[in-house]
């Protein structure tokens, strides 16, 4: 649907304006605090609920009528393959610091636990919710490394990007509940989209390659920014 590529353009806009800033900061040009300052912290959180948000959207639109398998196998042993390939490219760079379950890892896992929640309904919004919450609370056994892609450590492990289970897996069922909410009302269909949206171009376009977009940007910038540094 045009109207979730353009929202998916929307946070690859949003993302790369977040690495442009990143890169500024690893070159010495500026001195954002991406850590600990709020307003980074909170666009991050914008950026990533908006991209896992449309997850769920797009796994109901493609798979909400019946599972198709080898677009599943495809689908994933591309997003698999890219997340191996930012494994291999930031451990050189970023030693330690690597990252190992960044958003295309969780992505990979999240669609295909998302699978299991096609036939639900409200329930995906309850379980949604309750991941949100769930991620607030923390315990000392999730802290061994084989067990921080699930989330709920006491502390933040050390890499450069990192999207656990929980609570991010929360935001992929109410994106798919919105889907099946919005289905059962009608309301997602080429047809109801209103005529800005079919009248938009750049954007949509973006959502549409969004991977490519993603696997890309960061050399790009990272190239041209170099060249000055």
């Given at each position: ?7 998916r353009?929307?946070a ?7 690495h ?9 040009f500026a ?8 307003f ?7 950026i ?12 109901w ?5 019946g ?21 291999a ?11 190992w ?9 999240a ?13 995906n919004l ?35 990007d990192?999207?656990?289970l ?5 935001v ?15 309301r ?15 954007l949509?376009?973006a ?5 490519l ?14 060249l000055?540094?």
């Open positions: 649907m045009q109207s979730v590529d353009l929202l353009g929307v690859i806009a949003l993302m790369v304006v977040y442009f800033c990143y890169d500024l900061v690893y070159y010495g001195g954002f605090d991406f850590y600990d300052s709020p980074w912290t909170s666009f991050r959180s914008l990533l609920g908006l991209f896992l948000g449309l997850v769920g959207v797009s796994l639109l493609a798979q909400g009528r599972l198709k398998w080898r677009k599943v196998v495809r689908r994933t042993a591309l997003i698999a393959a890219n997340a191996a390939l930012i494994s490219v930031t451990w050189p760079l970023f030693g330690q610091r690597f990252i379950f960044g958003v295309l890892h969780f992505i990979v896992v669609s295909l636990l998302g699978l299991l929640f096609l036939r639900f309904y409200r329930l309850a379980l949604g919710a309750g991941l949100l919450v769930l991620g607030q609370y923390s315990h000392p056994a999730f802290d061994p490394r084989p067990w921080n892609w699930i989330g709920l450590m006491t502390h933040k492990p050390a890499t450069e990192y999207v656990p929980v609570p991010w897996f929360g992929v069922l109410l994106g798919l509940f919105a889907a099946q909410w919005l289905t059962r009302r009608g997602l269909a080429a047809d109801r989209e209103p005529a800005w949206v079919r009248r938009a171009r750049l949509p376009l959502g549409r390659h969004s991977l977009i993603y696997m890309l940007h960061q050399p790009l910038l990272m190239g041209v920014l170099g000055f540094a």
